[in-house]
């Protein structure tokens, strides 16, 4: 599910939420309820826009059960370049 920021001229604040790709969200009153913030002092009908930012998108079918990292550190042999006759 992609992340995206929300930002409200209202109250200054930008708060990250993940969507489905259908889902929208239009008013301060909709991202605090769905992010189960407290409303404060902002309207609840104070509008809210989309930050557009790189997005990260995770598939988490491609994970499989459990995600292990990947190291692609350096090790100093390169398989293109080494001496091996074979």
Do not use: Y
């Not at 109250?11 to 939420?17: K, P, R, S």
């Not at 909709?30 to 407290?38: I, M, N, T, V």
Request: some cysteine; charged content about 20%; glycine content about 8%.
């Amino acid at each position: 599910m992609p992340s995206f920021d929300f930002h409200c001229a209202a109250n200054g604040q930008t708060v990250e939420l993940m969507l489905k790709m259908h889902e929208e969200i239009h008013t301060c009153g909709e991202l605090c309820a769905r992010k189960g913030l407290p409303l404060g002092d902002t309207p609840a009908d104070a509008p809210v826009n989309k930050v557009f930012t790189s997005a990260v998108v995770m598939d988490k079918n491609r994970m499989g059960s459990g995600h292990r990292s990947v190291d692609m550190s350096f090790t100093g042999k390169s398989s293109m370049w080494s001496n091996d006759p074979r």
